[in-house]
């Protein structure tokens, strides 16, 4: 379960129709490895926004130091150095914190 200091990270891509296969396969990569080598990624989620060529990464970390370890990961230089010719833009990345004070109330 994730923490209720959590680092949540959201990145938005718009896709060149023809290279949503490729994109895709990139980003599970990088989703799948960052989930399963990385200690401080709780989850990864890739998400292809319905009736859009636009890709969303939800990110969990357990806080900005997992993520900026993330940054320097093998697999996400793959997917940095791959992208860019697969996409129309990158929309900017978001930031937040995991807010998760209300689990727990009852109506």
């Given amino acids: 379960m994730a923490n209720a200091d959590a ?26 490895h960052s989930v399963n080598s990385e ?27 997992a993520f900026d370890r993330h940054l320097e990961t093998p697999h996400l230089k793959r997917f940095q150095a791959g992208f860019p010719a697969l996409v129309v833009r990158e929309l900017p990345v978001r930031f937040g914190r995991m807010h998760r004070h209300w689990e727990g109330v009852t109506a």
Avoid: W
Avoid at 39 to 65: I, S
């Fill in 7 to 32: 680092f949540a990270v959201i990145a938005e891509f718009e896709v060149k129709p023809a290279c949503m296969a490729a994109f895709l396969a990139l980003a599970h990569d990088d989703a799948h």
């Fill in 39 to 65: 200690p401080g990624c709780q989850r990864f989620d890739v998400v292809r926004l319905d009736g859009t060529n636009h890709v969303l990464f939800y990110e969990l970390y357990d806080d900005r130091r």
